[in-house]
């Protein structure tokens, strides 16, 4: 039975990746802050505490037996940064948290390391071609620095010592029991408030964490996987217009959009200090999966259609547990 370790094994991903991989029948072991902890989706999951993540951590027990690693662990980037050096801070979870982990892992004879990167290292916007996996990076922010920092640090350690990286960038990541953008996205459809989006025709790749998790699960095993780096997401892009048509539809939610130029959107968002959250609204983000479809023979399996059903049926459940 091949053993695998999760880090960040209580976050949205990790949770959803631990329950995935324990129906399959894989041996697995989550690697988490702090011991005893009980969080959804860890039944039947081995838990180890490793505490903070950076280049002193000793994953010497987490490793014990383990085949293949996930790591998901990361500093995650922030909309609103506080810390007065955030490349450092960035970089000793991100960049020398992963390599401690990737050099443990070699030493003990772990066969390979599948890293979940982001598409943020491709750049924030992929204007009039999607981005592919030949793309130069173009790094924005502290957090983009840091991710690609370690795959670097990855691929170079990977040729010296045998172990196989696997190098996954997925764009935004949705589905039940979401943070961040999304679920505010689902709470503004949910308020019924008009939105000014309505003139909104860029397009946007998303991807379910379900279909993320397959293809987790195929990476873990595929030997045409080693020492590649791919890209993933639901196979259909959207406006952000048809997003959030689709996401009131599913709702059974009325939703009043304003054609609002977008022009006017941004300068609100300077107004507003939320400059990066309506960039994100109104700029084309799209992925190119071709690699990831040849060298795999993989694609999502769950379209994007169910993965934003399931996702507001989750939301509704939450809000009716709440309210009652």
């Not at 991989?21 to 081995?46: K, M, N, Q």
């Not at 940064?81 to 991100?94: G, K």
């Amino acid at each position: 039975m091949t053993k695998v370790l999760i880090t960040g094994a209580t976050g949205f991903v990790g949770a959803a990746l631990c329950g995935r991989f324990v129906s399959e029948g894989y041996a697995v072991r989550a690697a988490v802050r702090t011991l005893p902890i009980t969080a959804a989706g860890l039944d039947g999951v081995d838990k180890v505490g490793v505490g903070g993540i950076d280049g002193a951590t000793d994953w010497g027990d987490a490793l014990r037996n383990v085949d293949v690693v996930v790591h998901l662990a990361a500093r995650v980037h922030v909309m609103y940064e506080t810390c007065s050096a955030p490349l450092a801070e960035f970089r000793r979870t991100n960049l020398e948290g992963t390599e401690r982990l990737a050099r443990q892992a070699a030493e003990t004879g772990v066969k390979r390391l599948i890293y979940v990167s982001s598409i943020k290292v491709n750049g924030e916007t992929s204007g009039q071609r999607p981005f592919t996996t030949e793309d130069a990076p173009a790094l924005r922010d502290p957090y983009a620095i840091s991710k690609w920092e370690a795959e670097q640090a990855l691929l170079n350690l990977s040729k010296k010592t045998g172990l196989e990286v696997v190098i996954v960038r997925p764009p935004l990541i949705y589905g039940p029991h979401v943070k961040g953008n999304f679920l505010r996205l689902l709470r503004l459809i949910d308020s019924g408030l008009p939105l000014p989006l309505g003139a909104l025709n860029n397009r946007r790749s998303l991807v379910g964490v379900d279909n993320l998790c397959d293809l987790l699960r195929v990476s873990l095993e595929h030997p045409a996987a080693a020492n590649q780096l791919l890209l993933v997401s639901d196979g259909e892009d959207l406006s952000t217009r048809d997003l959030l048509l689709r996401l009131a539809d599913a709702m059974n939610r009325p939703l009043r959009l304003l054609p609002a130029p977008r022009a006017l959107l941004r300068m609100a968002g300077i107004v507003a200090r939320k400059s990066a959250e309506v960039k994100r609204l109104c700029d084309t983000l799209q992925v190119d999966m071709t690699k990831t479809e040849r060298t795999l023979g993989w694609r999502p399996p769950f379209s994007i259609a169910k993965g934003l059903h399931d996702t507001v049926a989750w939301y509704l459940s939450e809000q009716a547990e709440q309210d009652g």
